[in-house]
């Protein structure tokens, strides 16, 4: 099979669900952010995001902006590396299993 040629829609993109490799709700997307310049994709602007993940780091915020670097899939989902799971507090990851 050819790969397909046109690419998907940037904007297809908003209102996707946004999960990390091991299942962890992330948020959902609201916006892309761009660099016109080089004509791509940079980060995902979230909203509705999984406050034990982002809330020592958010505060009063609705949203944040993860690189997209980190996505790891797009489908009827996003995936993301689980690298955004160490967001948590410091204290929460560091206490004994």
């Known amino acids: 099979m050819e790969p ?8 297809a993109l908003v209102g996707r669900e946004v999960y990390s ?33 982002f809330d020592a780091r958010v505060g009063e915020s609705n949203g944040v902006i993860i690189p997209y670097r980190w996505v790891r899939a797009v489908g009827d989902i996003v995936l993301v590396n689980e690298v955004v799971e160490r967001l948590r ?9």
């Open 4 to 11: 397909e040629s046109v690419p998907q829609e940037i904007t």
């Open 21 to 53: 490799n091991n299942g962890v709700f992330v948020g959902e997307v609201e916006d892309i952010q761009l660099d016109v310049d080089q004509e791509l994709v940079t980060g995902l602007a979230l909203g509705e995001v999984n406050r034990d993940l």
């Open 89 to 97: 507090q410091p204290d929460e990851e560091e206490a004994p299993a």
